[in-house]
């Protein structure tokens, strides 16, 4: 069954990995989404969007509540990667097969990909607050994962995985509220005060 | 190759600081924040965006111009991460101090923040009372005058300098007098409403005693905090001093919607929301103290704890990370212990906001008998002056908005204080909530 997988992962790899060195532009495209900077800086950044883009004070503290369970969704997830990293040991594409590699050698394990989980953590956790703005977190996660099977660095199933553990991670969050009420009540004593320290000046 | 490591680390929290920068300056002007305004006064919407824009574009394309950033692996995961909360952290603070900093030159500028504090003019005289301190402004002319004026400024002064401004403005052979209570009442223990209304009373009442001043027949005007506290001691005034009229310029009031007081990013700069955040002393709260005694030696075990570990772990950023992680655990732990004390009945549920809200949200200003005119600013939230319209019944009541002017900013509009000064003692001699229209303002009759 393994070994099954395996195969089936390994074929679904050769076509996406396939396409590349063909078209320069997109081989551009990919490199520049498979970038370790690019989409994660960006996802953090649509963080912030989120904690400002409310048009009420209501809105702004649910959107703080939203955004403090995305960084410990992050947390978590990267938590749980490393778990997992240290139960499975697999080797990057590059290592066993002959690929079109458009990236640098990562020297670290392949299963699952770090940057599926994180990307994915923002989208979930965004989407378990706020269905509507968390579109916009997952073109970017969508296109970093896709370009790094692209580029060669990892295996279908090793996205799958962080996808996978992203949405565990999102859930957990989520689902399991006494982890992040202290945190998200510290957070709105303090937008109470602050916003309500209303003053008449000059 | 070290160096290389801490000169990327320097580049991405650059990136992030400018990047968030932009952001923040566009979402400022999204929201009408004129609180966090760089240029010292009100969002210029066009400007604040076309800079946000220009940040996050420059940003972007500085930092992906190196070749470095682009297709090879420098920092770590981590660092990334920390550089991501401190460049927004530091966007932050510099978008704060920065719109302080000008709000306060601009101050200068028009003259509000020059000139002597009130109280120490030349014909100023300053009184202690009990729970309070007043000021007779001496207006030349002033002797024998026929006019009157009290004015309630926010507790803990916060708005003196404001007053003393006003006075001056005032035109000539009025007698002026402001006041405010030293402390915001802390909303424990006693009626909240009562919290607010009985230092004043109690003021006023001490003023006429020792003969300073008497407010017999004047004309009251409460601003901000100060106004709420007129209207909640309206009753008690009507039947001691027979005022002449109220006027409650951008009293505090809670929307109609949500428990909260309003937002004072729309108007007030963050040095002043931390002025007025000590002046509120939120650390003399019971509620405050029990958790600080909970949490001190908590974090105390906890930060000792988690240092332990990671250091025996050997993780990377040890000292860091330890007692960061152990700061964390100690609010999570803390959290619990205050609320399993919250189910005995140690301490409360509400917070000072909600507390206030309420008492506020039930301020009655029907039943009156003397005129009454409530100035509301341009930053107030939707709905809340047909909110107010609604809780009125006064026939001589009158609902005056100002839409150019900011409860924080309240001389931006260079003629406020004359506009003022005229709705309080018109020309024509008839007083404030008998005949006030104007030009600009938008009048409403309850």
């Known amino acids: 069954m393994l070994d099954w997988l395996l195969s089936l992962d390994y074929a679904l790899f050769r076509c996406v990995n396939g396409l590349a060195g063909r078209n320069i532009l997109l081989d551009s495209a990919m490199k520049a989404f498979c970038n370790d900077h690019l989409v994660p800086f960006t996802l953090g950044l649509l963080v912030l969007v989120?904690?400002?883009?409310?048009?009420?004070?209501?809105?702004?503290?649910?959107?703080?509540?939203?955004?403090?369970?995305?960084?410990?969704?992050?947390?978590?997830?990267?938590?749980?990667?490393?778990?997992?990293?240290?139960?499975?040991?697999?080797?990057?594409?590059?290592?066993?097969?002959e690929v079109n590699l458009l990236f640098y050698r990562p020297v670290d394990w392949s299963f699952p990909s770090n940057p599926a989980t994180a990307t994915f953590s923002f989208f979930f956790s965004a989407w378990f607050s706020d269905r509507r703005f968390s579109w916009y977190f997952l073109p970017p996660a969508f296109l970093m994962s896709f370009a790094r099977v692209f580029c060669g660095v990892h295996y279908p199933g090793d996205v799958l995985a962080g996808i996978l553990l992203a949405l565990l991670s999102a859930w957990l969050v989520h689902r399991l509220r006494f982890l992040s009420r202290p945190f998200v009540s510290v957070a709105l004593v303090l937008e109470s005060r602050l916003r309500s320290a209303l003053s008449v000046r000059e | 190759?070290?160096?290389?490591?801490?000169?990327?680390?320097?580049?991405?929290?650059?990136?992030?600081?400018?990047?968030?920068?932009?952001?923040?300056?566009?979402?400022?002007?999204?929201?009408?924040?004129h609180g966090l305004s760089l240029y010292g006064g009100r969002v210029r919407e066009n400007v604040n965006r076309a800079l946000g824009a220009g940040l996050v574009i420059f940003a972007y394309a500085w930092y992906f111009s190196d070749p470095l950033h682009r297709n090879v692996r420098n920092i770590e995961a981590l660092m990334s991460m920390v550089c991501l909360v401190l460049g927004i952290l530091a966007a932050a603070a510099f978008s704060l101090l920065a719109a302080s900093l000008s709000e306060y030159l601009r101050r200068l500028r028009r003259g509000a923040g020059v000139g002597k504090p009130e109280g120490k003019g030349e014909r100023d005289r300053r009184v202690s009372l009990t729970g309070g301190t007043a000021i007779l402004h001496g207006v030349p002319g002033a002797a024998g005058a026929g006019r009157r004026l009290v004015m309630v400024g926010e507790p803990g002064g916060l708005n003196r300098r404001l007053l003393g401004i006003l006075a001056r403005s005032l035109p000539p052979g009025t007698e002026a007098l402001s006041l405010w209570t030293s402390e915001f009442p802390t909303l424990e223990g006693e009626d909240p409403r009562e919290a607010f209304r009985r230092p004043l009373c109690s003021m006023l009442e001490e003023m006429e005693t020792r003969g300073v001043f008497s407010p017999q027949g004047s004309v009251f005007l409460g601003l901000g905090w100060g106004a709420d506290q007129l209207l909640l001691a309206r009753r008690f005034l009507e039947g001691r001093f027979r005022p002449d009229s109220l006027v409650a310029l951008a009293p505090v009031l809670p929307g109609p919607e949500s428990p909260t007081l309003g937002d004072a990013l729309l108007s007030n700069t963050p040095s002043d929301i931390l002025g007025a955040v000590r002046a509120m002393k939120p650390w003399r709260?019971?509620?405050?103290?029990?958790?600080?005694?909970?949490?001190?030696?908590?974090?105390?075990?906890?930060?000792?704890?988690?240092?332990?570990?990671?250091?025996?772990?050997?993780?990377?950023?040890?000292?860091?990370?330890?007692?960061?992680?152990?700061?964390?655990?100690?609010?999570?732990?803390?959290?619990?212990?205050?609320?399993?004390?919250?189910?005995?009945?140690?301490s409360p549920r509400k917070s000072w906001e909600e507390k206030a809200a309420s008492a506020l949200s039930s301020l009655e200003?029907?039943?009156?008998?003397?005129?009454?005119?409530?100035?509301?600013?341009?930053d107030i939230e939707g709905g809340l002056s047909q909110d107010i319209a609604s809780r009125s019944g006064y026939p001589g009541f009158n609902m005056v908005t100002w839409p150019d002017a900011l409860r924080g900013k309240f001389l931006l509009e260079g003629r406020n204080a004359e506009r003022l000064a005229?709705?309080?003692?018109?020309?024509?001699g008839s007083q404030a909530g008998r005949d006030h229209g104007s030009g600009h303002d938008e009048v409403s009759r309850g």
């Not at chain 1, 938590?79 to 080797?91: C, E, G, N, S």
């Not at chain 2, 000169?7 to 566009?26: K, N, V």
């Not at chain 2, 619990?336 to 009945?345: C, I, N, P, Q």
Request: proline fraction near 4%; charged fraction near 20%; glycine fraction near 8%.
């Open chain 1, 50 to 97: 989120m904690a400002l883009k409310g048009r009420r004070r209501a809105e702004d503290r649910e959107n703080l509540a939203a955004v403090i369970r995305v960084f410990l969704t992050v947390a978590l997830s990267a938590a749980l990667m490393q778990l997992v990293i240290t139960l499975v040991h697999r080797p990057r594409p590059f290592v066993d097969h």
């Open chain 2, 1 to 33: 190759m070290n160096e290389v490591f801490h000169e990327d680390i320097l580049e991405t929290f650059l990136f992030f600081f400018l990047a968030s920068l932009g952001i923040i300056q566009a979402m400022a002007a999204r929201r009408g924040w």
């Open chain 2, 285 to 346: 709260e019971s509620r405050f103290r029990s958790l600080l005694r909970a949490w001190i030696p908590t974090c105390a075990l906890c930060v000792l704890a988690a240092t332990a570990l990671t250091a025996s772990l050997q993780l990377r950023w040890w000292f860091l990370s330890g007692p960061l992680g152990g700061a964390v655990a100690s609010l999570w732990l803390v959290y619990y212990l205050d609320r399993t004390g919250r189910k005995k009945g140690v």
């Open chain 2, 365 to 378: 200003l029907r039943d009156g008998e003397c005129p009454l005119t409530v100035v509301l600013p341009g």
């Open chain 2, 422 to 428: 005229g709705l309080l003692f018109p020309a024509g």
